[in-house]
Every structure is written in C-alpha cells, then in structure tokens.
C-alpha cells in the first residue's frame, strides 16, 4: 500500500573544500625550485529540484541525512584538486522549503525541475603557489578548505491540483474521483474512509491537456483548529484553483453541512474565498422529484454557487457529464492565472561562513582547544617546517586563541592541544 507523507524534516551538509597542497617544483637542474602546491576543489552544491514525478515525501521517511562529497586536496605542480560533485534531492513538485532554526521560508517548489540552492560547497584553500607574494616568494605554509553548510531543513507538500474535492467525511469524494479519473481510491461506506488525499487527472474530452483534481480527506467541525484529520490536509487545499464541495442529499440537514466545511475554510486562510461547485451526491437515493427540490433549496441559499445534483452509483451517470464540461469551462477561464512560485532573494545560512569561534577547556596543565578552523589549519601545516609553525602561531593569534589561552592562566611550558596534534607553549607564542 502506498503512503502518503506530507511533512518532514531532513538534514544536509556541502562539501568541504579541498586543503591547499604544500609542494615545490621538482627539476632535473633545480630539485628545490618554486612553490608548485596547487589549491584544493570545492566542496559540493546541495540542490533541491522539484519533479512530477513524486507525489509524497515518502521517500524521506527512509533517509534524512544527506552529504554532498568533499573537494579533493591540491596537488603538487600546481595541480587544483578536483571539485566535489554536487548533490542533487529530488522533491515533489508543490514543496516548500524552510529552515528549521530560523524559520524562514525558502523556496516554495510548484514548477517542474524548479531548482533552489539549499548548501553551497566550501571553497578550496590555496596551495603555496597561491599565497606567493612578491616579498614572500615561496611560502612553507598552505591554507585548509573552507567548512561546508550544515542545516536541518523543513519539507512539507501542499498538493499541487487544479480542482480539490472538499466534503464532510462520507460524502462520496472518493467515489466520484473514481469515476472522473483513473485513479483508484480506497473506498467504503463510513466515515473517514480516506486518510491521504488521493490525486487524478481528468483527460480532456478531445485531446490536449487535461487537469489535475485532488480527494482532500474529510474535514470536521474544528478541523482548522487541529481537530481530526483536517488539520493535517487543508494545507492541501490552498493552492486549488476551484473546489467541488460534496454534501450528501440523503442528509437532514444539508446546510448544516455546508456551512461546517466553509467554517474551517475560512478559519483556514480564508480558503472559503475560493470558487465553489456545490454537488448534492448519492441522488440516486430518492426521486428525482425530491433531489430536484432539494437542489433548488441549496441554490437559493448559495446564489454566487453552481449548484446541481449527482450520483456515482456503478452504472449511473446522473450529473457526471455536466460536471466534466463545467469544470474544463472553469479551468479555461483561469488558465492564466499565474501559479505561486517562490526562492528568496537572499538565503544566507546556504552559504559557507568563514567561522574562527572556539572553546578552550583545561585538564591540569593541559588546554585543549577546539574550532573547526583552528583543527583544519593546524592538519595542513607542516609541524617540522619552523616557518610553517610561524605561520600558524601567527594566525592563531589574529584569531584570538594565544590571547584567549593567556586569559585562561596558560603558562610556558604547559600543553595545548588542537586537532589531536600535542604543542608546547612558550614566550615565542605571545
């Protein structure tokens, strides 16, 4: 059985970049030559892209964690490492993308292969041929990539359909989904048969283009505030172009009825601005007579309402042709409406940043700092080059962290320890 996911949270993080090589030029008259040490390849894109293709977010029940590969390291004769492949997610078309710390929306997905940068790739860091200067002509130090993004983003799916079949629970959505469509929808006779929307396309009656219509589960009274199953699908009706509103005839109260689901449309977005068909179902129950006064009934109460009745009964075609060419008729008429897309402008927590933060903490005589820049830097500086050591006091320092051990009441001789790598503090750190 297929099921159907509507909502989820999933985790993603970009390359790294590549670290920089530290290399030098290696020939036959000059085995020590220049600086050859190439830059390190950027670390992978993360895009989400929307596709037709999938119609729930099932597929993310399965695997929340994604990772685009790193940027591979530079190499010697100024060789630049090789860029991480960017990593593509596929999402249903209709997603809308946040961010779960910030809460801001990102991308909201409703065209196919609409495409959003959610995690850029970190940048490479330059080898020693890079960081030549004209005063410091062969550099003994090269720099670390720079760190991916990590962030944890919010899925959710509200159905992309043209039409939404909306009715109290019963009501004969699913039947009459199955007549206009080729999907098969479970069905039964009592209430909340339908526990995911089910979607169709109604093909059109001389070719060309057909239209999407959606069974949104059955709403009741309070839905809107949580109550039932409608709090999880009237998301579902916010981007329908028309609704048919099924109401059972066979009822007593028939307005009632109509009016409860109109309440939780309003209470929600003031779906209830949306344009209504009004079908009174299972006519097949009474005379002809009878359902003919019922729906004169309705109509005068919902006068800016097409109102007429129906039965999807096997065998019966009461109102099903009738309802097909006023729906294709609406569907012209709004053909032009423009579909709502969205990418912000400006996605900043998608782009890496350069940060130096870190923590020192002590045991005895030993102050072990962690940062992710401070453990990258010292994992490509050459320990047994004195220069290359230089460098790293150096941009330890403009970082703060010889400051910062100081304050902590380090003195020459005790440890400090920084990506696993053990060193000595003494006065040439301060």
């Known amino acids: 059985m297929n099921k159907f996911l509507d909502e989820v949270i999933i985790d993603i993080a970009s390359g790294d970049g590549g670290n920089g090589a530290l290399a030098w030029r290696r020939e036959k008259y000059e085995p020590m030559g220049g600086p050859a040490g190439g830059n390190g390849g950027r670390g992978g894109n993360v895009y989400l892209v929307a596709t037709r293709d999938m119609r729930?977010?099932?597929?993310?029940?399965?695997?929340?964690?994604?990772?685009?590969?790193?940027?591979?390291?530079?190499?010697?004769?100024?060789?630049?490492?090789?860029?991480?492949?960017?990593?593509?997610?596929?999402?249903?078309?209709?997603?809308?993308?946040?961010?779960?710390?910030?809460?801001?929306?990102?991308?909201?997905?409703?065209?196919?292969?609409?495409?959003?940068?959610?995690?850029?790739?970190?940048?490479?860091?330059?080898?020693?041929?890079?960081?030549?200067?004209?005063?410091?002509?062969?550099?003994?130090?090269?720099?670390?990539?720079?760190?991916?993004?990590?962030?944890?983003?919010?899925?959710?799916?509200?159905?992309?359909?043209?039409?939404?079949?909306?009715?109290?629970?019963?009501?004969?959505?699913?039947?009459?989904?199955?007549?206009?469509?080729?999907?098969?929808?479970?069905?039964?006779?009592?209430?909340?048969?339908?526990?995911?929307?089910?979607?169709?396309?109604?093909?059109?009656?001389?070719?060309?283009?057909?239209?999407?219509?959606?069974?949104?589960?059955?709403?009741?009274?309070?839905?809107?505030?949580?109550?039932?199953?409608?709090?999880?699908?009237?998301?579902?009706?916010?981007?329908?172009?028309?609704?048919?509103?099924?109401?059972?005839?066979?009822?007593?109260?028939?307005?009632?009825?109509?009016?409860?689901?109109?309440k939780e449309l309003a209470a929600w977005g003031d779906l209830k601005s949306l344009p209504q068909i009004i079908l009174l179902s299972k006519t097949d129950l009474m005379l002809d007579e009878e359902a003919d006064e019922k729906v004169e009934m309705i109509q005068k109460e919902f006068p800016d309402s097409t109102v007429f009745g129906i039965s999807c009964m096997t065998g019966s075609n009461k109102g099903l042709d009738k309802l097909k060419k006023l729906l294709f008729t609406e569907m012209e008429k709004r053909a032009s409406e423009p579909q709502h897309e969205f990418i912000a402008e400006e996605d900043e927590d998608a782009l890496p940043k350069a940060d130096s933060s870190f923590t020192i903490t002590q045991e005895k005589n030993v102050f072990y700092v962690q940062g992710q820049r401070q453990e990258r830097l010292v994992a490509v500086t050459h320990l047994k080059d004195p220069e290359s050591v230089q460098y790293l006091y150096t941009v330890l320092r403009k970082m703060g962290v010889i400051d910062a051990l100081i304050q902590s009441g380090i003195e020459p001789g005790d440890d400090v320890v920084i990506g696993g790598v053990p060193f000595t503090f003494g006065e040439d750190w301060s």
């Open 56 to 262: 729930t977010l099932l597929d993310f029940h399965y695997k929340t964690q994604f990772e685009a590969p790193h940027g591979q390291k530079g190499g010697s004769k100024n060789k630049t490492g090789r860029a991480g492949e960017d990593l593509i997610i596929k999402v249903p078309v209709g997603t809308v993308v946040s961010d779960v710390n910030s809460q801001k929306v990102i991308a909201d997905l409703t065209s196919q292969e609409q495409k959003v940068l959610v995690a850029q790739g970190g940048r490479g860091g330059r080898g020693n041929a890079t960081m030549a200067t004209p005063t410091h002509r062969a550099p003994h130090h090269c720099e670390p990539g720079e760190a991916g993004v990590k962030r944890t983003l919010r899925l959710v799916l509200k159905l992309i359909a043209d039409v939404g079949l909306v009715g109290l629970p019963n009501a004969g959505k699913s039947s009459l989904l199955q007549r206009l469509t080729a999907a098969k929808p479970k069905i039964a006779d009592y209430p909340f048969t339908t526990l995911s929307p089910n979607l169709g396309v109604v093909p059109a009656p001389y070719g060309g283009d057909g239209f999407v219509i959606a069974d949104i589960p059955g709403l009741i009274e309070g839905a809107a505030q949580g109550h039932g199953l409608g709090h999880k699908f009237l998301k579902h009706i916010e981007r329908n172009r028309l609704l048919v509103h099924l109401v059972d005839i066979s009822q007593e109260d028939i307005l009632g009825s109509i009016n409860i689901v109109n």
